[in-house]
C-alpha cells in the first residue's frame, strides 16, 4: 500500500474543505465563543490551519515537549490571514510528504509534557492523529458558525444550507 499516497489525498481534500469554511469566516467574530470554556473562534481556526503545516514537524522531529515552551500557537487577526496561514500550512505539510519515504512514517513521535509522555504514535498514527484533529476542530468551528447564522459548505456531502439547482 503506498501509505504517502493515501495521507497526501487525504491532507489535499481535508484542506480544499477546510478552506470552504475560511472562506466564510466572519470579519467581526473573533472573540465569540459560544461558552466560556470554549476556544474563540480566530484562535479556533488558526489552529485548524496549522494542524496541516503537522506533518513536516512531525517527520522533521521525534517529539513535541510543551513544557520546554517551544510551541507557539500562530495567531490571525482577519480573513484574509486565516486564508494565508492555512495556504503555508498545507503547502508546507504537502512539500514534506511529497519528499518522504515510506520508511519514515515507521519511527515514533510523541507529545510530551516536561519530559512525560501524553500520547506516542508512529509517525503515521501521529499525522492521522493531526488529520483528525482538522476534521474535530473544523467540526466544533461549524457549531459556532450555525449559532452565529453562518451558513456551512459542504464537508463530506451537502449540508443543510446547500441549494440544489
Known sequence: ????????????????????????????????????????????????????GWPKYILDTSELDFGKNEYNPPKATNKEDLLNMLDNSYKSGLESLEAATEEQLEPNWAIKMNGKTLM??????????????????????????????????ESYGPSADTEFK
Open 120 to 153: 506516542e504514535w508512529s509517525k503515521y498514527g501521529a499525522i492521522r492523529h493531526a488529520l483528525n484533529q482538522a476534521t474535530h476542530h473544523r467540526a466544533q468551528l461549524g457549531v459556532y458558525y450555525r449559532l452565529n447564522d453562518i451558513p456551512l459548505p
Open 1 to 52: 500500500m503506498d501509505t504517502l499516497k493515501h495521507l497526501k489525498s487525504e491532507l489535499k481534500s481535508e484542506y480544499e474543505t477546510t478552506r470552504r469554511f475560511f472562506e466564510r469566516f466572519p470579519e467581526n467574530k473573533n472573540d465569540y465563543s459560544p461558552h466560556d470554556k470554549s476556544m474563540k473562534m480566530m484562535p479556533l481556526a488558526a489552529h485548524i490551519s496549522e494542524v496541516f
